[in-house]
């Protein structure tokens, strides 16, 4: 994938529970941020994907959870692609501390495409302009 | 309004904030599980309307905070109809901590009915046996 | 208030509804989004201000829906101070679509300041530095 | 573990996105509220370890969605103790529809416990009488 400047996110107070830190679930959204931040910049985002007729739920999802964020600091968010083949698409996120440099979290999601009557597609086949978009662009070495 | 038996939730963890208490944009949620609750009682939920092509979007919304709440308390939420038309709803809620009774917020909610266009319709006029459905059920004397 | 650059904010799926915009609790998010950017900048924060041992809990909130926000729009969210008197805090918000300036939501808040145990103080009395730099900004004509 | 009620959970509008089902991010919610009943049910919630000076950050959490859950639906989750050594404890959960039995999502979280420095404690060390609750209740053949 070309340069795409890091997803940054500043941590709000409603994201805060009682422990005094950011609740877990909300490291599962700001995968979710920074993912349409990237599909965004590479000119498919979900919002293209949809008027397309295409839409592409979450399979699968995992955290872990290093250290912890709390309210108002900034995060940086690095998304990588891990595989794609034309049906599925893996990401992979590493959640750390702008000011520090501390990894705060790590995580996957795993993602299929569907089209309007909820089939999976293959975007090789059906969207080949789209395939050809995402294969260049997430070229894995 | 016949008699339904008030609206119950138990608060979450991640409903909290590092406050220690319930955050207040909850509170507006809890108004629409209320609401919700007291719709399919009397047979015209959120999902029958929009499976007969009616969207009910909130036009305004707004809270009390009396007193706080806290994880793992239950709070009873009393929903009334205060004013329809046939066009708009307005609608109240009264949360109370289950276990004392001590009103913890009071608010009002404020909503119109649209076709699937996007067109504001008056219920009266389009769904007769819905509008008669909510008049009979929400007389206000 | 001097001159502070609206608060700006990017519509996230996970901010979306089944009515395929975002849904109104949000909003009220993002007012405190907003406060909290505006407390910030003048220096008096929630970080700040908890660390000072004041905590701000919310009194009271209220909405008004314009017109619908949907899924990647960008919007600016004005924040005003409407009334300080020391004690109590009310704010006005107004939230518009970046792109085409059309007013989405309009909104306020109110909110009084306590110390460590709970009990209400007067900024006045209690942090007089915090409240003259309050009223400098917040001078109201 | 002895024989506890599987939990539900109704799903509420504002838990759907613009896909017209429950958003992602909201099964490791409601992993939270299952947790939270079933160690409430044995007699040492979040509230009970928290008076204990012992809070339990989430470590690590994984998710697997198989189907998908909409508006108005009741979900029934099952949660397993897969690993518990005094210092960390594994849950496993297993989310259905209420009405067909159908599978929407499996998932795991993993837990540590701390004391109110921060600093990880073993339960059975510090806490016996907790350990030899878990234990008890959490016999894995």
């Known amino acids: 994938m070309k340069e795409i400047e890091p997803y940054e996110h500043k941590v709000q107070y409603y994201e805060t529970d009682q422990m005094?830190?950011?609740h877990h679930?909300?490291?599962i959204?700001?995968?979710e941020e920074a993912?349409?931040?990237v599909l965004e910049k590479i000119g498919f985002g979900y919002k293209e994907m949809e008027e397309r007729g295409i839409i592409s739920p979450v399979l699968?999802?995992?955290a872990e959870y290093k250290t912890m964020t709390r309210y108002s600091d900034?995060?940086?968010i690095k998304t990588k692609v891990t595989s794609y083949n034309g049906i599925k698409l893996m990401l992979s996120y590493e959640?750390?501390?702008k000011e520090t440099g501390k990894i705060r979290c790590t995580g996957e999601s795993k993602h299929?495409?569907?089209n309007t009557e909820g089939r999976p597609i293959s975007l090789k086949r059906s969207f080949p302009e789209v395939h050809n978009l995402f294969s260049e662009r997430f070229h894995i070495e």
């Open 20 to 22: 005094g830190i950011v």
């Open 25 to 27: 679930s909300n490291y």
């Open 29 to 31: 959204r700001w995968f």
């Open 35 to 37: 993912r349409s931040y």
């Open 60 to 62: 699968a999802v995992n």
């Open 74 to 76: 900034i995060v940086v």
């Open 95 to 97: 959640v750390s501390d």
């Open 112 to 114: 299929c495409f569907l």
